[in-house]
């Protein structure tokens, strides 16, 4: 529901429905947008909502302020907090409802992205980074581990060795060094944030939405296991596409030499 100019009435986290596109922006600059529990519940109650919402087919997540994109869970609540409650899915359960939403989803990170800042920039399908860009995991610092999904994220996007260096040592990286090692997939200048956002999502919004939401299953399902499994998943979801509205127009569209009108599910 659209109350006012906001899509959701949240406390600490700014969301701007703008035709097919909901802007989330984490807004406590104050604390370097530090992810404590109620920032968590409301990033976990937009992505919901907006996952069951058939008018939106991105999701842009940045952070408020120039300093910090997100800087990692709240210390003091990660202090008070007892053994078994780090069983409970808590952050590591949003950031696999992000990774597994219909919805493309892209991390724009400007300033600090540590820790669980970090982690749920990896959980996006896309990164897009500033120059003034910092990523690192310094939870061993704190005689903890990276738990909201970044030992197992970071390695599969940068490899086990860098993983294992930038999880060992906390070093911070910058966003060239990020996009070089593919943690991030562009690389801006601060002044470029929005001419890149909309380029970004201009190139998603051409694309056939039931296609979208196959292909990151797909790529996210078949990972892990072996290749004629994963091959299988590839077959199965394009004979689920081939089904669909979406490839008749899409096709059609290629061969009327026009753009494709596809029609959001």
């Given at each position: 529901?659209?109350?006012?100019?906001?899509?959701?009435?949240?406390?600490?986290?700014?969301?701007?429905?703008?035709?097919?596109?909901?802007?989330?922006?984490?807004?406590?600059?104050?604390?370097?947008n530090?992810?404590?529990?109620?920032?968590?519940l409301?990033?976990?109650?937009?992505?919901?909502?907006?996952?069951?919402d058939?008018?939106?087919?991105?999701?842009?997540?940045?952070?408020?302020?120039?300093?910090?994109?997100?800087?990692?869970?709240?210390?003091?609540?990660?202090?008070?907090?007892?053994?078994?409650?780090?069983?409970?899915?808590?952050?590591?359960?949003?950031?696999?409802?992000?990774?597994?939403?219909?919805?493309?989803?892209?991390?724009?990170?400007?300033?600090?992205?540590?820790?669980?800042?970090?982690?749920?920039?990896?959980?996006?399908?896309?990164?897009?980074?500033?120059?003034?860009?910092?990523?690192?995991?310094?939870e061993?610092n704190l005689?903890?581990i990276?738990?909201?999904?970044?030992?197992?994220?970071?390695s599969r996007?940068?490899?086990?060795?860098?993983?294992?260096?930038m999880?060992?040592?906390?070093?911070?990286?910058?966003g060239?060094?990020?996009?070089?090692?593919?943690?991030?997939?562009?690389?801006?200048?601060?002044?470029?944030?929005?001419?890149?956002?909309?380029?970004?999502?201009?190139?998603?919004?051409?694309?056939?939405?039931?296609?979208?939401?196959l292909?990151?299953?797909?790529?996210?399902?078949?990972?892990?296991?072996d290749?004629?499994?994963?091959?299988?998943?590839?077959?199965?979801?394009?004979?689920?596409?081939?089904?669909?509205e979406?490839?008749?127009?899409?096709?059609?569209?290629?061969?009327?030499?026009?753009?494709?009108?596809?029609?959001?599910?």
């Open positions: 529901m659209i109350i006012n100019d906001r899509y959701l009435d949240l406390k600490n986290i700014e969301a701007i429905k703008k035709e097919d596109i909901l802007y989330l922006t984490l807004n406590r600059p104050e604390t370097r530090a992810l404590d529990e109620q920032m968590l409301e990033i976990d109650q937009a992505v919901s909502t907006a996952d069951s058939n008018s939106i087919r991105v999701i842009v997540i940045s952070g408020a302020g120039e300093k910090s994109f997100a800087a990692g869970a709240s210390i003091q609540q990660l202090h008070e907090r007892p053994m078994l409650e780090a069983l409970v899915p808590g952050m590591q359960g949003i950031y696999n409802k992000i990774e597994n939403c219909t919805k493309v989803t892209i991390a724009v990170v400007d300033g600090y992205a540590l820790g669980g800042g970090c982690e749920l920039a990896i959980a996006c399908d896309i990164r897009i980074a500033t120059k003034n860009a910092k990523f690192g995991f310094p061993l005689g903890i990276p738990g909201a999904g970044g030992t197992k994220r970071l996007m940068v490899g086990k060795g860098r993983a294992l260096d999880i060992l040592t906390g070093k911070f990286i910058d060239e060094e990020a996009e070089r090692i593919g943690l991030v997939s562009y690389i801006i200048e601060r002044e470029n944030i929005e001419s890149t956002i909309n380029e970004v999502t201009g190139h998603v919004l051409k694309k056939g939405p039931v296609a979208i939401q292909v990151k299953q797909a790529i996210h399902k078949g990972y892990d296991i290749s004629g499994a994963a091959l299988w998943i590839e077959k199965l979801s394009q004979a689920v596409a081939f089904g669909t979406d490839k008749k127009e899409g096709t059609l569209a290629f061969l009327e030499k026009r753009q494709a009108q596809f029609q959001n599910r």
